[in-house]
């Protein structure tokens, strides 16, 4: 759809409008309109490559769009709207079923770039979980896989700071009784090399949630963290892995300001 509506505490409060497009040869011309209202012009015209137009609004619209003026081609990769008073921006780029290798379909450099477009301050990978419950082994290609994302990434990646988060206690069977994957401890092993690699901060998640000894709890405690299938989190698994990923965003930020003040 062109337009979309916004519905939260933001409407009506002053907001930063984002517009992602792709900029291109012959591209077109489009109106932003807001609650009806055109509060900007753009041109997609230009060299090949990811661009954001960003539009301050005083109140912010309950609905936003845009409409195209004239011909040419044209390619919106979607809308930001960040509220002025500050506080934490969150995007998420996990699809269901996508794996870290689909990133590699990019052409060169452009997923760099539309990561780039967003303007983070953190980058926060969080990738390798069904692999870990494999019993049988890791595809001989893993590394190589998880290198070239990062080759990728490279001129993103030397400006700003990244943190990958290795995987949590996953459950596989094996000989007929549940316990921890080898494939898990390859999978911890090639991670932290290639974060240490990439000037990433490397999250053991496994061994600070426990390791192998709450594999039990989360699979017959109740609630219950695991879901059926041992692997992916029940509804309170993700609310504690939630609260989990904060409290060490948080605590870790407080002792980065406290040293700097020194």
């Given at each position: ?51 954001r ?48 290798s ?63 988060l ?8 094996l ?10 401890y ?10 240490e690699?990439y ?12 390791g ?26 993700s ?24």
């Amino acid at each position: 759809s062109r337009f979309i509506s916004i519905r939260s505490g933001i409407v009506g409060k002053p907001c930063v409008l984002s517009f992602h497009y792709l900029q291109q040869p012959k591209g077109s011309k489009v109106s932003i309109v807001a609650d009806r209202t055109v509060v900007a012009e753009v041109s997609t015209e230009g060299q090949k490559g990811s661009r954001r137009h960003d539009i301050e609004l005083e109140s912010c619209a309950k609905s936003v769009g845009f409409r195209m003026m004239g011909g040419g081609r044209l390619r919106v990769f979607g809308w930001q709207v960040h509220a002025k008073s500050g506080g934490m921006s969150w995007t998420s780029i996990g699809v269901n079923g996508a794996r870290y290798s689909h990133l590699n379909h990019y052409a060169d450099g452009a997923f760099s770039q539309s990561l780039e477009s967003i303007k983070p301050d953190i980058l926060i990978f969080g990738f390798g979980l069904n692999v870990t419950s494999y019993p049988h082994g890791l595809n001989k290609k893993y590394e190589e896989r998880i290198i070239r994302v990062f080759e990728g990434l490279k001129p993103l990646l030397t400006k700003t700071p990244c943190i990958m988060l290795g995987p949590y206690p996953v459950a596989a069977k094996l000989g007929g009784r549940w316990g921890v994957s080898p494939t898990l401890y390859k999978v911890l092993d090639i991670q932290k090399r290639q974060a240490e690699n990439y000037g990433c901060v490397f999250v053991d998640r496994f061994a600070r949630l426990g390791g192998a000894q709450v594999l039990s709890k989360w699979r017959r405690g109740r609630p219950r963290i695991l879901s059926a299938d041992n692997v992916h989190l029940t509804r309170e698994g993700s609310r504690q892995m939630g609260e989990f990923i904060f409290k060490y965003l948080t605590v870790e930020y407080e002792k980065s300001a406290a040293q700097s003040d020194k």
